[in-house]
């Protein structure tokens, strides 16, 4: 019995007794050293990315000092902004497709 908030989903096998195909699953790895490895890569890939986000003023300064020295601060901060823009971009898009 469910209350009043709650939904009663179908089971598995409701829902391949309704279709023609069975619907499966595929079940995530459960451990192991590949799972290891991919827990590891991942996490060194976000301590990398958000390394060079964060490190951004620094990046700005030295633009503003040798390569882009003709050109405003504002207009050098857009190159910070975008890039923080498409970093989250992603992140905004698998939140909306979620609800």
Wanted: proline letters at 5%; aromatic letters at 12%.
């Amino acid at each position: 019995m469910t209350s009043r908030n709650e939904v009663e989903l179908p089971s598995l096998t409701e829902l391949n007794e309704q279709h023609e195909t069975p619907i499966s699953f595929k079940v995530p790895p459960d451990g192991g050293r590949v799972a290891w490895l991919v827990a590891l890569a991942i996490f060194g890939i976000n301590l990398g990315q958000g390394g060079y986000l964060v490190a951004w003023g620094t990046f700005q300064v030295f633009y503003e000092d040798s390569l882009l020295k003709g050109s405003s601060a504002s207009v050098i901060a857009w190159i910070g902004s975008i890039q923080y823009a498409l970093d989250y971009t992603p992140v905004s898009l698998e939140a909306t497709t979620l609800t």
